[in-house]
Nanobody, 126 residues
Framework: QVQLVESGGGLVQAGGSLRLSCAAS????????MGWFRQAPGKEREFVAS?????????EYVDSVKGRFTISRDNGANILYLQMNNLKPEDTALYYC??????????????????WGQGTQVTVSS
C-alpha cells in the first residue's frame, strides 16, 4: 500500500515555472513506477509524464510538455517531482501523481496505475 500526497501547485503567469512534489509513504517507493497525470475541467484525465522504478530509466512525456516539463524521483526521500517550465494556459489542470504495482514498467495508461494522490491545482494565467 502506498499513500501519495501532492503539493506545489498554485497560480502562475504564462511563461512561469512551478515544481510539483509527491510525497509517498511506506518503504516500497523505489520499487514503483510513477506517473503524473492531469485533468482539466470538462476533460478526461490525461497522461503527462512517467518514470520507471529504481533509478528511473528513460522518462516518457506527452508531446505537449516535452522540452518544458521534467519528471524525477528521489528514492531516499520518497518524493516524486515534476518541474514545469514555460507554463502555458493550456497546462491549467488538477495534477495527480500515481504509482503502479511494484516492478512493473512505466506506463502512460491511467488504468494501469493503482495508487493515486488527491491532486494539486495548477492555474496558468495568460
Amino acid at each position: 500500500q502506498v499513500q501519495l500526497v501532492e503539493s506545489g501547485g498554485g497560480l502562475v503567469q504564462a511563461g512561469g515555472s512551478l515544481r510539483l512534489s509527491c510525497a509517498a509513504s511506506g518503504p516500497t517507493f523505489s520499487r514503483h513506477p510513477m506517473g503524473w497525470f492531469r485533468q482539466a475541467p470538462g476533460k478526461e484525465r490525461e497522461f503527462v509524464a512517467s518514470i520507471g522504478w529504481g533509478s528511473g530509466g528513460t522518462p516518457e512525456y506527452v508531446d505537449s510538455v516535452k522540452g518544458r516539463f521534467t519528471i524525477s524521483r528521489d528514492n531516499g526521500a520518497n518524493i516524486l517531482y515534476l518541474q514545469m517550465n514555460n507554463l502555458k494556459p493550456e497546462d491549467t489542470a488538477l495534477y495527480y501523481c500515481a504509482a503502479r504495482t511494484t516492478y512493473m514498467t512505466a506506463s502512460s495508461n491511467t488504468e494501469e496505475y493503482v495508487y493515486w494522490g488527491q491532486g494539486t491545482q495548477v492555474t496558468v494565467s495568460s
